[in-house]
């Protein structure tokens, strides 16, 4: 019988201990200071190893979000709004706390391995022949769990 989606994480979870983890962001309640509103910001809420589509935290795994860097707000010109916004949410994250050039998870997804263990699908896990399996990107195949985290552990040296 495979492995369940479950097991092959904790097995990634025992493979990473001691190995770099990444801080997972979200934004804050905006709060008045002095009846004068604060700018907005991106706070840290947890860390994970970033594996991929996914991110594997000591009690939970996550489908990854968008991923940016923080860094200090500074006057820029900008030829796309989206780069604007982008520019905006890396000056939230370090605003927040996050350091310069630190890498944030933001807009992750919380994934529930007991439903992919039951045949439904959760993010980019499902079961596929009773197999784990992973949707690495949205236009690809899925691949098997196993074969998918052996290939993003090798990456990590």
Do not use: C, K, N
Not at 108 to 126: E, F, I, K, M, Y
């Amino acid at each position: 019988m495979p492995a369940s989606a479950a097991d092959l994480i904790d097995d990634a979870r025992r493979r990473l201990h001691g190995t770099p983890t990444e801080r997972l962001g979200d934004w804050a309640q905006r709060r008045r200071l002095l009846d004068f509103g604060r700018a907005a910001r991106i706070v840290p809420v947890g860390e994970a190893w970033h594996l991929g589509v996914l991110l594997v935290a000591p009690g939970a795994v996550y489908a990854t979000g968008e991923i940016l860097r923080a860094r200090q707000e500074a006057v820029r010109g900008y030829t796309a709004e989206a780069q604007r916004e982008r520019s905006e949410r890396a000056a939230a994250a370090f605003r927040g706390g996050f350091a310069e050039g630190e890498a944030v998870h933001l807009g992750w997804q919380a994934l529930d391995l007991d439903a992919v263990a039951h045949g439904a699908r959760s993010g980019p896990l499902l079961t596929a022949s009773g197999v784990p399996h992973v949707m690495w990107s949205a236009a690809g195949a899925s691949r098997p769990l196993a074969d998918y985290l052996a290939e993003q552990l090798s990456l990590r040296g």
